[in-house]
């Protein structure tokens, strides 16, 4: 008899040994993480859980015994910790649901129900006020970040009286008195992956966020509110108690109340300045109330932000088992702390800058963008938000260095444009209304690509002729508006019920269709050759431009000055004065819409 439970002793003692030294391994491993690849600690992490599911096996082949259950708990824990570390969300669960149906079978009770809340809420009730109960309750523990995990927030507010049993079980110690107890049972005690009070804590306030996110992006803004600012009391990594402070933020700009909103996200960027959505909502909302000097700093900041190296690193990453960003995975929050790239930051202060005054300064940011388009093309397919077309952006720069006046940049870039699209344009474009919207199709299948070549083309030309006007080469601008319109005048379009035809003045066109960009392409180069022939005293040619310009772009309000002008210098005065007046009104009611 005394031989027999010596064995048993001694089998108990080398599992026990078995599960610290695996723990063992783990944290030596994790101790020197940075000096480990990626893939390396997955390995060893995919191993470590099968050693744990190998022990696991051994110590449940024998009937259920209480003096076991602290080792048996132990092994579940660290197994399905890892198992959610690596995502493996119902292998963890079938661990769990199995250690609860033998928690249940110690207290002298059998399963009865294999739905989850129904199974615990039973295991739970069994074991209360027994030397089993904080066992059961640090599974649970791994219930709670699995359901964390997989967005199962319905289900922890239903568990919620549980939780906060738990919460407030920890800190008395109940784990480490169990230890202590079994000091005096077995030369060692089983170690644990994780500690549970380390964890607990983890999930507050990972649960707060998310909760908050999920509340916030239902339109319940207020009641986000309350919890989060709860939450960013609660003891976490500084990163965690950003996101409250950012989210309260962002639940504050839906009450429109912004200036406390950008109060909130100070607060984030001080308590961990990686908390980088936090500057782009503060950008966000300089927009909105509309402080453009604020919202070009706060741009220019997110961008030195977003060049650092250490913003390719994921803020929430983590060298523990179990780090914030596997537990924090709901689509309500990533799309609250989505934060656009580098170069769309770029993009959006190198325009800010040129449509504000700053146009050296935002030269100097197309040039960087572009260098950094060539550098980095691999890249650029990926942004979100997308950018704008390479040839796009080249067409933006030259418009930005005409402005600087450097207009022989401005041609190189448009030379760019046009060598890269011409041959690849069709000789005739047919544009189709389409049915039960007022907007243009190409008929063709590669229809919306040709019809931005060719006005991308058009674009060019009618930059360079404006380049050519910039330096007074009168008959130079004249071939470049000249090739413009030309191209412009292989485009058609095709009215329900109708043959195709050249655009006309008459047609009512939608503001934002190929059919209206393509309309102001042309009134803008009739405008620019009429302009030119005035200074070559080609009055009669350029009354017939400036006046087409018009027809096709009523708006351009230089076309019609110039028209006046022409009128004047050909003895018509009367209608001179007319068109000024005409001009002029125009341009005021414009100005109040």
């Known amino acids: 008899m005394s031989n027999k439970i010596y064995h048993t002793l001694s089998l108990f003692d080398k599992w026990v040994q078995?599960?610290?030294?695996?723990?063992?391994?783990?944290?030596?491993?994790?101790?020197?993480?940075?000096?480990?690849?990626?893939?390396?600690?997955?390995?060893?992490?995919?191993?470590?859980?099968?050693?744990?599911?190998?022990?696991?096996?051994?110590?449940?082949?024998?009937?259920?015994?209480?003096?076991?259950?602290?080792?048996?708990?132990?092994?579940?824990?660290?197994?399905?910790?890892?198992?959610?570390?690596?995502?493996?969300?119902?292998?963890?669960?079938?661990?769990?649901?199995?250690?609860?149906?033998?928690?249940?079978?110690?207290?002298?009770?059998?399963?009865?129900?294999?739905?989850?809340?129904?199974?615990?809420?039973?295991?739970?009730?069994?074991?209360?006020?027994?030397?089993?109960?904080?066992?059961?309750?640090?599974?649970?523990?791994?219930?709670?970040?699995?359901?964390?995990?997989?967005?199962?927030?319905?289900?922890?507010?239903?568990?919620?009286?549980?939780?906060?049993?738990?919460?407030?079980?920890?800190?008395?110690?109940?784990?480490?008195?169990?230890?202590?107890?079994?000091?005096?049972?077995?030369?060692?005690?089983?170690?644990?992956?994780?500690?549970?009070?380390?964890?607990?804590?983890?999930?507050?306030?990972?649960?707060?966020?998310?909760?908050?996110?999920?509340?916030?992006?239902?339109?319940?803004?207020?009641?986000?509110?309350?919890?989060?600012?709860?939450?960013?009391?609660?003891?976490?990594?500084?990163?965690?108690?950003?996101?409250?402070?950012?989210?309260?933020?962002?639940?504050?700009?839906?009450?429109?109340?912004?200036?406390?909103?950008?109060?909130?996200?100070?607060?984030?960027?001080?308590?961990?300045?990686?908390?980088?959505?936090?500057?782009?909502?503060?950008?966000?909302?300089?927009?909105?109330?509309?402080?453009?000097?604020?919202?070009?700093?706060?741009?220019?900041?997110?961008?030195?932000?977003?060049?650092?190296?250490?913003?390719?690193?994921?803020?929430?990453?983590?060298?523990?088992?179990?780090?914030?960003?596997?537990?924090?995975?709901?689509?309500?929050?990533?799309?609250?702390?989505?934060?656009?790239?580098?170069?769309?930051?770029?993009?959006?202060?190198?325009?800010?800058?040129?449509?504000?005054?700053?146009?050296?300064?935002?030269?100097?940011?197309?040039?960087?963008?572009?260098a950094a388009f060539h550098s980095e093309d691999h890249q650029v397919h990926a942004e979100v938000p997308p950018l704008p077309r390479l040839t796009e952006l080249y067409l933006e720069a030259g418009t930005a260095l005409l402005m600087a006046q450097r207009p022989a940049d401005c041609m190189a870039l448009c030379d760019e444009v046009i060598s890269t699209t011409l041959e690849l344009l069709p000789e005739k474009l047919i544009l189709e209304e389409l049915e039960q919207r007022n907007e243009i199709r190409d008929v063709s299948v590669e229809g919306e690509d040709r019809v931005a070549m060719l006005l991308w083309t058009g674009a060019a030309y009618l930059l360079q002729g404006h380049c050519q006007t910039h330096l007074k080469d009168w008959k130079q601008a004249v071939i470049h508006y000249t090739r413009c319109i030309n191209l412009l005048m292989k485009v058609w379009f095709k009215k329900r019920g109708f043959q195709p035809q050249i655009p006309s003045a008459d047609m009512i066109v939608k503001e934002g269709t190929y059919l209206s960009v393509l309309q102001k392409l042309k009134g803008l180069s009739l405008a620019g050759r009429g302009i030119s022939f005035t200074q070559t005293d080609q009055l009669k040619e350029a009354l017939r431009d400036l006046q087409l310009s018009l027809q096709a772009f009523p708006e351009c309000v230089g076309a019609g000055l110039w028209c006046g002008e022409v009128l004047w210098r050909l003895g018509r005065r009367r209608m001179a004065a007319a068109h000024w007046e005409k001009t002029w009104t125009f341009s005021a009611q414009s100005s109040l819409e």
């Open 18 to 370: 078995e599960n610290n030294n695996l723990v063992n391994k783990w944290k030596q491993q994790e101790g020197g993480g940075d000096t480990l690849s990626r893939d390396q600690s997955q390995t060893h992490l995919k191993w470590c859980t099968s050693e744990f599911e190998t022990l696991l096996r051994k110590i449940q082949g024998v009937p259920p015994l209480a003096d076991h259950t602290q080792l048996e708990v132990s092994v579940v824990y660290n197994a399905c910790v890892c198992f959610t570390a690596q995502s493996q969300f119902t292998e963890a669960e079938l661990l769990l649901k199995q250690a609860t149906e033998r928690a249940l079978q110690m207290a002298g009770n059998f399963p009865v129900a294999s739905d989850p809340p129904v199974l615990w809420r039973t295991v739970l009730k069994s074991v209360e006020n027994t030397a089993l109960n904080s066992c059961v309750l640090y599974l649970l523990c791994l219930q709670w970040a699995i359901w964390l995990a997989t967005c199962q927030l319905k289900m922890i507010e239903e568990f919620q009286e549980e939780l906060t049993s738990l919460v407030e079980t920890l800190p008395d110690g109940v784990w480490d008195d169990r230890r202590s107890k079994a000091r005096g049972k077995s030369f060692d005690i089983s170690l644990l992956v994780m500690e549970p009070r380390r964890l607990v804590e983890l999930l507050q306030i990972c649960t707060s966020i998310a909760q908050g996110a999920e509340r916030l992006s239902e339109g319940h803004s207020s009641e986000a509110l309350s919890g989060l600012q709860i939450a960013s009391s609660l003891p976490a990594p500084r990163i965690l108690v950003a996101y409250t402070h950012f989210l309260s933020g962002s639940c504050l700009a839906h009450m429109s109340r912004p200036q406390m909103a950008l109060q909130c996200y100070r607060k984030a960027l001080e308590t961990d300045f990686r908390c980088v959505c936090a500057l782009y909502q503060s950008m966000l909302i300089y927009r909105q109330l509309g402080n453009t000097q604020a919202e070009i700093q706060a741009l220019h900041l997110l961008h030195s932000t977003r060049m650092l190296p250490s913003a390719t690193e994921p803020a929430l990453a983590c060298t523990h088992l179990l780090s914030p960003s596997s537990l924090l995975r709901s689509q309500s929050l990533s799309s609250l702390l989505s934060v656009p790239s580098a170069l769309s930051v770029l993009h959006n202060l190198a325009l800010k800058c040129v449509l504000h005054g700053r146009v050296s300064e935002g030269v100097e940011h197309y040039l960087d963008l572009l």
